[in-house]
């Protein structure tokens, strides 16, 4: 298999001791279940410890929760407001040339 393909036809073989993340990938890798062919006989993986960095991210994640409030640009008239999130090239855009009247630099 190559990293991040897709099959028309799949076999997994459910050897033991298959770690989750082994079973997760095997599994993904198929268009549809009609498709999906096991061999072996499934025994489920053991559960995560509590202790397991994943599990401890998701304690952590929703333990610290970030608070989000919105500022909504209609709110405040007769001022003009460009809102992007996460773009890294903004005045690089097609439309970097509507942007610059906006935009003191």
Do not use: W
Request: some cysteine.
């Amino acid at each position: 298999m190559s990293q991040g393909g897709t099959y028309e036809d799949i076999a997994v073989e459910l050897s033991p001791g298959l770690q989750r993340t082994e079973i997760y990938v095997a599994l993904s890798r198929c268009t549809k279940l009609s498709v999906l062919y096991l061999v072996g006989k499934f025994v489920p993986p053991t559960a995560p410890s509590p202790m397991d960095k994943i599990e401890t991210e998701m304690r952590r994640l929703s333990e610290k929760a970030v608070i989000l409030s919105c500022v909504f640009p209609s709110m405040f008239a007769n001022v003009s407001n460009i809102v992007y999130h996460n773009m890294q090239s903004l005045l690089k855009s097609a439309h970097s040339a509507d942007l610059q009247n906006f935009i003191q630099l």
